[in-house]
C-alpha cells in the first residue's frame, strides 16, 4: 500500500467516523424516520429552507438514508414550484458531494457506500460512458440512484456532464414528490392517494424488473 492511498483511507476512516458520531450524538438519525419530527425541525430553524437543503444534501451522501420523506416535505412546506427548487439544490449538491467523495477515495469508499452487487449492475455504463443510459437510470423511479452518485464519481465522466445528467434526470421525481407533498398539505386526500397508489405500482415494477431493464439497456449500448 502506497502512502497516498494510506493517508486517504485513514482519511475515509476519520470521515465515515465524525459522521456516525454527529448522527448518534445530535439523534440526526431520528429525523429521517419521523416525518413530523423532521418537519418541526426543519420550521423550529432560523434559517428553514438552508435546513431544509442541508437535510437533502444528508440524505444523499449518506446513501442508504431514503430520500422520499424529504422530497415530500419539500412539497408540504414550502409548495410545488418552491418546493421543487430546494429539493433540487440539495439534491445537485449532494449528489457533487458524492461524485467529488468517490472520485478522491475511489475503491476504499466504493467498498464502503456501495454494495457489491450495486456497483456490478452499473459499472458497465460507468466504463462505457454511458451518458443516455446513466439518465435514464436516473430517471425511472425505483433505481438506487444516491449510489450511482458514487459509482459515476469512480468513473471517467466529467463533473459538468454528471451535475447536468443527475440534475436532469432527478427532476421528474423531484416534482412529483413536492406536489404530492403540496396535495397532502391541502388534504385532498384521494387525489393523494391516487399519486401515491401510481407511484408506487411504477416503483415496485422498476424495481422487480430492473436486471431486466439494465440487460435491455445494456443491449441497446452495445
Excluded at 458520531?21 to 416525518?35: C, E, G, S
Excluded at 455504463?125 to 437510470?137: I, N, P
Excluded at 415496485?204 to 439497456?217: F, M, N, P, S, T
Aim: aromatic share 14%; charged share 15%; hydrophobic share 55%.
Amino acid at each position: 500500500m502506497n502512502g497516498k492511498l494510506a493517508y486517504r483511507i485513514i482519511l475515509l476512516a476519520l470521515l465515515v467516523g465524525l459522521v456516525a458520531f454527529a448522527f448518534i450524538h445530535f439523534d440526526l438519525y431520528l429525523l429521517f424516520t419521523n416525518k413530523n419530527r423532521l418537519i418541526d425541525h426543519i420550521r423550529a430553524s432560523r434559517f428553514d429552507v438552508l435546513a431544509f437543503i442541508g437535510i437533502q444534501i444528508i440524505q444523499v451522501v449518506i446513501a442508504f438514508i431514503p430520500g422520499e420523506i424529504s422530497g415530500f416535505i419539500g412539497g408540504y412546506l414550502y409548495g410545488p414550484v418552491c418546493g421543487t427548487l430546494y429539493s433540487t439544490i440539495g439534491l445537485t449538491l449532494g449528489s457533487w458531494i458524492a461524485f467529488m467523495l468517490a472520485r478522491f477515495f475511489g475503491k476504499p469508499l466504493l467498498a464502503r457506500a456501495v454494495r457489491k452487487e450495486v456497483f456490478d449492475k452499473f459499472n458497465h455504463f460507468m466504463e462505457h460512458k454511458g451518458l443516455v443510459v446513466s439518465f435514464l437510470l436516473f430517471l425511472i423511479p425505483g433505481f438506487p440512484k444516491d449510489y450511482l452518485c458514487y459509482i459515476m464519481g469512480a468513473s471517467r465522466i466529467p463533473v459538468t456532464t454528471f451535475i447536468v445528467v443527475s440534475t436532469i434526470g432527478r427532476f421528474f421525481g423531484t416534482a412529483m414528490l413536492s406536489i404530492s407533498g403540496n396535495i397532502a398539505y391541502r388534504q385532498q386526500y384521494v387525489l393523494l392517494a391516487i399519486i401515491t397508489a401510481a407511484a408506487l405500482i411504477v416503483s415496485v415494477l422498476a424495481w422487480l424488473y430492473h436486471d431486466k431493464i439494465l440487460e435491455i439497456l445494456k443491449g441497446r449500448k452495445q
